[in-house]
């Protein structure tokens, strides 16, 4: 009896997924009594890849015993995702338990000029001259810093339900919307320090990489390819899989996402109740 029930279930959910019936499903799945990771599963709701970046993050800080994590947008611009961000936070804090809290780096004055070759896509039009949003604290636990906080991170303070000395001293999930591959690599510092605090697993969001012009030659892939070049602890890769069980395997999103994977950490770790196994290495 159980083995036909499962059948169903799967039955039921490979119907839910052919087109158009995944349609219809999709728009009532955005309705506000439907659970968090319903949602995520369904990308039912304004950005769907910060919602599964910030999912993913809590779970993977449960499943470590972590009991706050920091989420992060790098350019703000005018505020609509970092808002969006702080919801979707909000939301998985009460689906998990682990206490999240968001933070959105900008320069305060749109893009930087660009360096004059085609490391930072001088074709893709003039730097954006978006001001960020006057008023960041819309929402009480969402912050909007200087990127000066980036590039010298220990010089910021802040006072939080947590208290916090640095930025670091939550691991962090992010997102990037930054084009230019200076910007890029500055936010990247946040996984190459010593000092480092994070996940085994940070769940990453890159959004200028899937239009044509977009070579692994300049911006956000040139970035993404320096820092795993210059970095031996922590490795940058795409998010394999995400779009394996997704309704909609062909949102460009999916192949948005990537994971900064900690692998000094992950070498370290002692699986509890197993002996660790002798190295093969010299």
């Known amino acids: 009896m159980k083995r036909k029930l499962l059948l169903v279930r799967d039955y039921l959910r490979s119907l839910m997924r052919e087109p158009p019936i995944r349609l219809l499903f999709w728009a009532l799945f955005h309705l506000p009594f439907f659970s968090v990771r319903l949602k995520a599963t369904w990308s039912a709701c304004e950005r769907p890849q910060y919602l599964a970046g910030v999912l993913a993050a809590a779970d993977q800080a449960r499943g470590q015993g972590v009991p706050a994590i920091a989420v992060i947008e790098f350019g703000v611009a005018a505020g609509a ?8 936070a909000r939301s998985v804090e009460k689906a998990t338990g682990v206490r999240i809290a968001v933070f959105g780096f900008d320069t305060g004055h749109g893009l930087p000029a660009l360096i004059g070759d085609h490391r930072d896509h001088p074709m893709s039009g003039a730097p954006a001259t978006t001001r960020w949003m006057s008023r960041p604290c819309a929402v009480t636990s969402t912050a909007a810093l200087s990127w000066s906080s980036v590039t010298s991170p220990r010089r910021y303070r802040v006072s939080w339900p947590v208290q916090l000395t640095h930025l670091w001293a939550l691991p962090p999930s992010t997102s990037t ?19 480092r605090r994070m996940l085994h697993r940070v769940f990453l969001y890159f959004d200028d990489i899937m239009r044509p012009e977009h070579h692994a030659f300049a911006s956000e892939r040139l970035a993404i390819s320096e ?5 031996a602890c922590v490795k940058i890769e795409p998010w394999y899989g995400l779009d394996r069980w997704h309704p909609f395997p062909d949102r460009f999103w999916l ?24 190295s093969s290495q010299p």
Request: aromatic share 8%.
């Open 227 to 231: 820092f795993n070049a210059e970095n």
């Open 81 to 88: 995702g970092l808002l969006i961000l702080e919801r979707h």
């Open 255 to 278: 192949r948005q996402m990537f994971i900064a994977h900690d692998l000094e950490a992950i070498s370290s770790y002692k699986p509890p109740g197993r002996p660790p196994l002798p």
């Open 177 to 195: 919307s930054t084009r230019l591959r200076a910007i890029t690599r500055d936010a990247l510092k946040l996984f190459s320090s010593p000092e």
